[in-house]
Nanobody, 124 residues
Framework: QVQLVESGGGLVQAGGSLRLSCAAS????????MGWFRQAPGKEREFVAA????????YYADSVKGRFTISRDNAKNTVYLQMNSLKPEDTAVYYCAADLSSRVRTTTRAYDYWGQGTQVTVSS
């Protein structure tokens, strides 16, 4: 069983930055690929970014490429999402997720464990 706890969300003006963190329980964190997803009101949950177990491979949605950076610290069992140049359309609840297959994937059904989410609101 893996427990994931997100933090770092909040209210920010357009053009600002936030860094989300996701702390994972368990000693096998370094074996998992990790992903960030988001869900805006009335919309489906969508892929944002993913990172391989080693951190050597990352993948981003086109909508965030060049603005967001995913990273991980396996010694701290934590994955991060640095979000820069935020836009109002980035407003959503952001979720981190763990993929026990350790593959970098972009679909929600590929992930085995989910956090409770953290709200990000970007004002115009």
């Amino acid at each position: 069983q893996v427990q994931l706890v997100e933090s770092g969300g909040g209210l920010v003006q357009a053009g600002g930055s936030l860094r989300l963190s996701c702390a994972a329980s368990g000693s096998t964190f370094s074996r998992y690929a990790m992903g960030w997803f988001r869900q805006a009101p009335g919309k489906e949950r969508e892929f944002v970014a993913a990172i391989s177990w080693s951190g050597g491979t990352t993948y981003y949605a086109d909508s965030v490429k060049g603005r967001f950076t995913i990273s991980r610290d396996n010694a701290k069992n934590t994955v991060y999402l640095q979000m820069n140049s935020l836009k109002p359309e980035d407003t959503a609840v952001y979720y981190c997720a763990a993929d026990l297959s350790s593959r970098v994937r972009t679909t929600t059904r590929a992930y085995d464990y989910w956090g409770q989410g953290t709200q990000v609101t970007v004002s115009s």
